[in-house]
């Protein structure tokens, strides 16, 4: 059965302690969590020591928010592949639209760190997703295609399977943020599905989890996850208190039973 994924990025909230105890009440339900879903949590850089300790040896996977590409080296204030690696972490977000508008992400930044994640063992979660003003001028697709390639550029067929897609259109994500409608949403994941046949071929392309996320929570996800090229959902404020991450998890399960029933 196809697998279906469920992520929350914590961004800068929440202290060591307020991550231990989160990790500690999710590692308790761990055991009841289907094995169709990959879940995973993507707390702040502090916390990840101690949350990775403590969902060692789960189902719950761990992120990043950020890695440089390089190994090492003079780059203050940045955290190296290796160093992830060292601590048991499994995915690193790469290229989310906070990190492009605050911090000067760009494509081709985007680009390195995710070669340097294949190259060192971690999961490179890929995020993608145009401005208001490219949907607005109905240029949406041939913005986010663009972000998705030149990120890709270099990855070979071979590792594009190791590779997790996350669509946010900006406009949609944080507190003011409206979700996509389900059938525009699909529509994108239709296109950068395609566009990964097309460069990867089909069977490939098939192995590529496509997320979505913007403003998503336990009342709106279920017409997401009922889209054909949508494999599960990005998550943010909805999911940063346990109870509400379980939750969706939870109203998840009965949809997926309609889905593949």
């Given at each position: 059965?196809?697998?279906?994924?469920?992520?929350?990025n914590w961004k800068m909230h929440k202290t060591i302690r307020e991550s231990e105890e989160y990790a500690n009440?999710?590692?308790?339900?761990?055991?009841?969590?289907?094995?169709?879903?990959?879940?995973?949590?993507?707390?702040?850089?502090?916390?990840?020591?101690?949350?990775?300790?403590?969902?060692?040896?789960?189902?719950?996977?761990?992120?990043?928010?950020?890695?440089?590409?390089?190994?090492?080296?003079?780059?203050?204030?940045?955290?190296?592949?290796?160093?992830?690696?060292?601590?048991?972490?499994?995915?690193?977000?790469?290229?989310?639209?906070?990190?492009?508008?605050?911090?000067?992400?760009?494509?081709?930044?985007?680009?390195?760190?995710?070669?340097?994640?294949?190259?060192?063992?971690?999961?490179?979660?890929?995020?993608?997703?145009?401005?208001?003003?490219?949907?607005?001028?109905?240029?949406?697709?041939?913005?986010?295609?663009?972000?998705?390639?030149?990120?890709?550029?270099?990855?070979?067929?071979?590792?594009?399977?190791?590779?997790?897609?996350?669509?946010?259109?900006?406009?949609?994500?944080?507190?003011?943020?409206?979700?996509?409608?389900?059938?525009?949403?699909?529509?994108?994941?239709?296109?950068?599905?395609?566009?990964?046949s097309d460069q990867y071929g089909k069977e490939r392309a098939e192995t590529v989890p496509i997320l979505y996320?913007?403003?998503?929570?336990?009342?709106?996800?279920?017409?997401?996850?009922?889209?054909?090229?949508?494999?599960?959902?990005?998550?943010?404020?909805?999911?940063?208190?346990?109870?509400?991450?379980?939750?969706?998890?939870?109203?998840?399960?009965?949809?997926?039973?309609?889905?593949?029933?």
């Amino acid at each position: 059965m196809k697998q279906v994924y469920l992520g929350t990025n914590w961004k800068m909230h929440k202290t060591i302690r307020e991550s231990e105890e989160y990790a500690n009440l999710l590692k308790e339900t761990c055991d009841t969590i289907p094995d169709r879903f990959t879940i995973f949590i993507i707390p702040a850089l502090l916390s990840l020591p101690r949350v990775s300790e403590i969902l060692s040896g789960t189902k719950i996977k761990v992120g990043s928010q950020n890695m440089h590409w390089e190994p090492q080296g003079a780059y203050t204030g940045e955290v190296s592949p290796l160093m992830l690696r060292e601590i048991g972490i499994q995915i690193v977000e790469i290229g989310h639209s906070e990190r492009r508008q605050f911090f000067g992400e760009t494509d081709y930044t985007v680009n390195k760190k995710v070669l340097s994640a294949l190259q060192h063992g971690l999961t490179p979660l890929v995020c993608i997703g145009e401005p208001a003003t490219e949907k607005t001028y109905g240029v949406e697709k041939q913005y986010v295609l663009r972000q998705m390639l030149i990120a890709l550029k270099g990855v070979s067929p071979e590792d594009l399977s190791k590779i997790m897609l996350a669509y946010e259109p900006v406009w949609s994500i944080g507190e003011s943020g409206v979700p996509a409608e389900p059938s525009y949403a699909e529509s994108m994941h239709t296109g950068i599905r395609k566009a990964l046949s097309d460069q990867y071929g089909k069977e490939r392309a098939e192995t590529v989890p496509i997320l979505y996320g913007g403003s998503v929570n336990s009342t709106n996800a279920g017409p997401f996850l009922l889209r054909q090229n949508i494999d599960g959902l990005f998550i943010g404020r909805s999911a940063w208190e346990v109870q509400g991450f379980l939750s969706i998890i939870r109203n998840m399960e009965k949809i997926l039973e309609q889905k593949f029933q």
